[in-house]
Protein backbone atom coordinates (compact mmCIF):
# COMPACT_ATOMS: atom_id res chain seq x y z
CA UNK A 1 0.00 0.00 0.00
CA UNK A 2 1.50 3.51 -1.21
CA UNK A 3 1.80 6.07 1.91
CA UNK A 4 0.85 9.33 0.83
CA UNK A 5 1.99 11.48 3.33
CA UNK A 6 1.17 14.86 1.56
CA UNK A 7 -1.49 17.27 3.22
CA UNK A 8 -3.80 18.66 0.78
CA UNK A 9 -6.11 21.43 1.49
CA UNK A 10 -9.85 20.66 -0.10
CA UNK A 11 -11.48 23.67 -2.10
CA UNK A 12 -14.90 22.67 -2.93
CA UNK A 13 -15.78 24.58 -6.57
CA UNK A 14 -19.15 26.58 -6.69
CA UNK A 15 -21.11 23.71 -8.44
CA UNK A 16 -19.73 21.24 -5.88
CA UNK A 17 -20.97 23.60 -2.86
CA UNK A 18 -24.27 24.29 -4.89
CA UNK A 19 -25.24 20.68 -5.58
CA UNK A 20 -23.83 19.72 -1.60
CA UNK A 21 -26.79 22.72 -0.14
CA UNK A 22 -29.10 21.21 -2.85
CA UNK A 23 -28.44 17.20 -2.06
CA UNK A 24 -28.93 18.30 1.81
CA UNK A 25 -32.13 20.25 1.04
CA UNK A 26 -34.11 17.48 -0.99
CA UNK A 27 -33.04 14.72 1.58
CA UNK A 28 -34.21 17.23 4.47
CA UNK A 29 -37.47 17.84 2.66
CA UNK A 30 -37.89 13.62 1.55
CA UNK A 31 -36.78 12.59 5.33
CA UNK A 32 -38.43 15.59 7.25
CA UNK A 33 -34.54 16.48 8.84
CA UNK A 34 -31.41 17.41 7.42
CA UNK A 35 -28.62 14.45 6.87
CA UNK A 36 -25.48 14.75 8.70
CA UNK A 37 -22.79 12.88 7.68
CA UNK A 38 -23.25 9.53 8.96
CA UNK A 39 -26.93 9.44 7.27
CA UNK A 40 -25.05 10.37 3.90
CA UNK A 41 -22.42 7.45 4.50
CA UNK A 42 -25.67 5.15 5.67
CA UNK A 43 -27.46 5.92 2.48
CA UNK A 44 -24.66 5.60 0.16
CA UNK A 45 -23.83 2.18 1.43
CA UNK A 46 -27.20 0.91 1.59
CA UNK A 47 -27.49 1.41 -2.22
CA UNK A 48 -24.44 -0.03 -2.92
CA UNK A 49 -25.36 -3.31 -1.23
CA UNK A 50 -28.51 -3.20 -2.84
CA UNK A 51 -30.66 -3.88 -0.01
CA UNK A 52 -33.03 -1.90 2.64
CA UNK A 53 -34.00 -3.49 5.43
CA UNK A 54 -33.76 -2.83 9.23
CA UNK A 55 -29.57 -2.91 10.11
CA UNK A 56 -27.77 -3.76 13.19
CA UNK A 57 -25.55 -1.16 14.94
CA UNK A 58 -22.59 -3.13 13.68
CA UNK A 59 -24.39 -3.26 9.89
CA UNK A 60 -24.96 0.20 9.94
CA UNK A 61 -21.12 0.91 10.59
CA UNK A 62 -20.02 -1.59 7.84
CA UNK A 63 -22.15 0.21 5.37
CA UNK A 64 -20.76 3.41 5.89
CA UNK A 65 -17.76 1.66 5.65
CA UNK A 66 -18.87 0.52 2.48
CA UNK A 67 -20.23 3.72 1.69
CA UNK A 68 -16.20 5.41 2.26
CA UNK A 69 -14.49 2.80 0.24
CA UNK A 70 -16.41 3.25 -2.64
CA UNK A 71 -16.38 6.88 -2.41
CA UNK A 72 -12.29 7.14 -1.74
CA UNK A 73 -12.56 4.67 -4.93
CA UNK A 74 -12.98 7.80 -7.16
CA UNK A 75 -9.48 9.09 -6.41
CA UNK A 76 -8.15 5.47 -6.36
CA UNK A 77 -7.41 4.74 -2.87
CA UNK A 78 -9.72 2.10 -2.87
CA UNK A 79 -10.65 -0.19 -5.46
CA UNK A 80 -13.62 -2.86 -5.52
CA UNK A 81 -12.13 -6.60 -4.75
CA UNK A 82 -15.99 -9.17 -4.46
CA UNK A 83 -19.11 -9.27 -3.23
CA UNK A 84 -19.33 -12.20 -0.30
CA UNK A 85 -22.04 -14.85 -0.12
CA UNK A 86 -24.49 -12.53 1.19
CA UNK A 87 -24.13 -9.65 -1.44
CA UNK A 88 -21.62 -7.59 0.77
CA UNK A 89 -19.41 -5.33 -0.98
CA UNK A 90 -15.81 -5.45 -0.51
CA UNK A 91 -12.69 -3.25 -1.01
CA UNK A 92 -8.73 -3.21 -1.24
CA UNK A 93 -7.41 -0.32 0.32
CA UNK A 94 -4.47 1.40 -2.57
CA UNK A 95 -2.88 4.17 -0.58
CA UNK A 96 -3.83 6.58 2.14
CA UNK A 97 -5.68 9.53 1.19
CA UNK A 98 -3.71 12.48 2.10
CA UNK A 99 -6.47 14.61 3.57
CA UNK A 100 -5.02 14.70 7.69
CA UNK A 101 -7.40 17.35 9.50
CA UNK A 102 -10.96 16.82 9.87
CA UNK A 103 -11.65 19.87 7.87
CA UNK A 104 -10.37 17.90 4.86
CA UNK A 105 -11.88 15.29 5.31
CA UNK A 106 -14.80 16.82 5.81
CA UNK A 107 -14.46 18.73 2.46
CA UNK A 108 -13.20 15.72 0.66
CA UNK A 109 -16.31 13.22 1.52
CA UNK A 110 -18.58 16.27 0.15
CA UNK A 111 -16.92 16.73 -2.81
CA UNK A 112 -17.33 12.82 -3.21
CA UNK A 113 -20.94 12.57 -1.98
CA UNK A 114 -21.91 15.13 -4.69
CA UNK A 115 -20.33 13.37 -7.29
CA UNK A 116 -21.80 9.87 -6.09
CA UNK A 117 -24.97 11.45 -6.13
CA UNK A 118 -24.75 13.10 -9.51
CA UNK A 119 -23.61 10.18 -11.28
CA UNK A 120 -26.74 8.41 -9.92
CA UNK A 121 -28.28 10.80 -11.55
CA UNK A 122 -30.06 12.27 -8.53
CA UNK A 123 -29.65 15.89 -9.23
CA UNK A 124 -31.17 14.99 -12.60
CA UNK A 125 -35.51 15.35 -11.63
CA UNK A 126 -35.85 18.76 -13.05
CA UNK A 127 -37.87 18.22 -16.09
CA UNK A 128 -36.13 19.48 -19.04
CA UNK A 129 -37.57 22.32 -21.37
CA UNK A 130 -40.40 21.16 -23.81
CA UNK A 131 -39.80 21.91 -26.97
CA UNK A 132 -41.92 24.41 -29.04
CA UNK A 133 -40.70 24.56 -32.56
CA UNK A 134 -42.91 22.23 -34.50
Known amino acids: MQDTTTQLEIQLTDREK ?8 DLKKQYGKKPDMNALLFLV ?24 CKLLSYEGHF ?9 WPHYEQKSRPP ?17 YFDESGFFETEAA ?5 H
Open 99 to 115: YGDLLNQELLLRRLLVR
Open 18 to 25: SLWYRLQF
Open 79 to 87: VFSYKDEDG
Open 45 to 68: GMNELGIVREFSKQEKMDLMHIAT
Open 129 to 133: PADNT
